[in-house]
């Protein structure tokens, strides 16, 4: 009940387009859900994070989109960049002290090719 | 502000061994988290302190695995004996109390042979 899974593992998108990254949680206690993007050597960093009373939060170039029925989300990125190259995991937490316990996705390494 | 700072960044062990590692979070952050990255999955959650007490250890290996974060500042990371599953980036990570974000370090990666 504690998983959140990921998918694809993997995405290979061509300069300017559309990366999508779904993710699917059963805990419905979770309250707080972040992506995190990490580059090879370094430690994840957020990027965007989202909570269930909204059903979109959207920072630039990256939105998530919640479905909170389906227990989904997921992370675009609209005109993708070969600096956009990185692996992304989302995550989920519950509130409280827990808010730093995440429980991570698997990872989707995403390929930008110019 | 200087971000979380860990050492050393890479470790070659024997299995059977003992290894730590360090942690200095950034300055003010009373939270710290240990978490484990084996290659190819997402970072899993090995202990949390708040300030120099542990707040959850539930997903540490106690039997090899040892934690303390004294002063409630730097915090150590222990290892003894490495087995080879222990094979993984292990990120040290800080936050403010009230705050949401995660701050993670660079990470060391361990090697057991």
């Known amino acids: 009940q504690q998983q959140v899974k990921q998918s694809p593992q993997s995405l290979i998108v061509q300069k300017g387009g559309i990366s999508i990254i779904n993710c699917a949680y059963e805990?419905?206690?979770?309250?707080?859900f972040p992506w995190y993007q990490q580059f090879p050597g370094k430690g994840p960093a957020l990027l965007i994070a989202?909570?269930?009373?909204?059903s979109e939060k959207k920072e630039g170039r990256f939105t998530i989109s919640f479905n909170k029925s389906a227990k989904q989300f997921s992370l675009h990125i609209m005109d993708s960049q070969p600096g956009d190259s990185a692996t992304y995991f989302c995550?989920?937490?519950?509130?409280?002290?827990?808010?730093?316990?995440?429980?991570f996705g698997q990872g989707t390494i995403l390929t930008v090719h110019p | 502000e200087a971000g979380v700072a860990q050492s050393p960044r890479y470790k070659i062990i024997e299995k059977r061994q003992s290894v730590a590692f360090w942690c200095n979070p950034i300055s003010g952050h009373a939270t710290l988290y240990w978490y484990q990255q084996i290659l190819g999955q997402g970072p899993k959650l090995l202990i949390q302190f708040q300030n120099n007490g542990v707040v959850d250890d539930s997903q540490l290996p106690k039997d090899r695995f040892s934690a303390e974060r004294l002063k409630g500042v730097d915090s150590t990371l222990k290892i003894q004996p490495a087995k080879l599953e222990d094979s993984a980036v292990y990120l040290c990570?800080?936050?403010?109390?009230?705050?949401?974000?995660?701050?993670f370090g660079n990470g060391t990666r361990l090697t057991v042979t």
């Open positions: 990570a800080s936050s403010l109390e009230t705050r949401l974000s995660l701050h």
């Open positions: 989202i909570r269930p009373d909204v």
């Open positions: 805990n419905t206690a979770f309250d707080y």
């Open positions: 995550a989920a937490t519950k509130g409280g002290t827990s808010y730093g316990k995440l429980t």
